[in-house]
């Protein structure tokens, strides 16, 4: 089993940058891959991006090439770095583990962290 930890929200000006971490418990998490969501009030919670367990990426359209997930296996943290923040970025922002390949879906995912606001002003 994993616990996962989010951390790294706060509240900033459009174009400002963050950088989101997840902190995982246990000593298997290279054996998982780990994805980035995001729920706004009111909305489904979405995908943000993903990595798998050798490193590959994916993101969503809306944050590609604003966006940067990367993970540390040996401080068994990912990382979302977030540059150009843009006021639709507003949400609260959970990572997400699974045993397998890296998915795009959020049900899929079998541990969550609980979550870190992230407020963009205009």
């Known amino acids: 089993q994993v616990q996962l930890v989010d951390s790294g929200g706060g509240l900033v000006q459009a174009g400002d940058s963050l950088r989101l971490s997840c902190a995982a418990s246990?000593?298997?998490?290279?054996?998982?891959?780990m994805g980035w969501f995001r729920q706004a009030p009111g909305k489904e919670r979405e995908f943000v991006a993903a990595?798998?367990?050798?490193?590959?990426?994916y993101y969503a359209d809306s944050v590609r090439g604003r966006f940067t997930i990367s993970r540390d296996n040996a401080k068994n943290t990912v990382y979302l770095q977030m540059n150009t923040l843009k006021p639709e970025d507003t949400a609260v922002y959970y990572c997400a583990a699974r045993g397998g390949y890296a998915s795009t879906d959020p049900r899929s995912y079998d541990y969550w962290g609980q979550g870190t606001q992230v407020t963009v002003s205009s």
């Open positions: 246990g000593r298997t998490f290279s054996s998982y891959a």
């Open positions: 990595i798998s367990k050798s490193g590959g990426t």
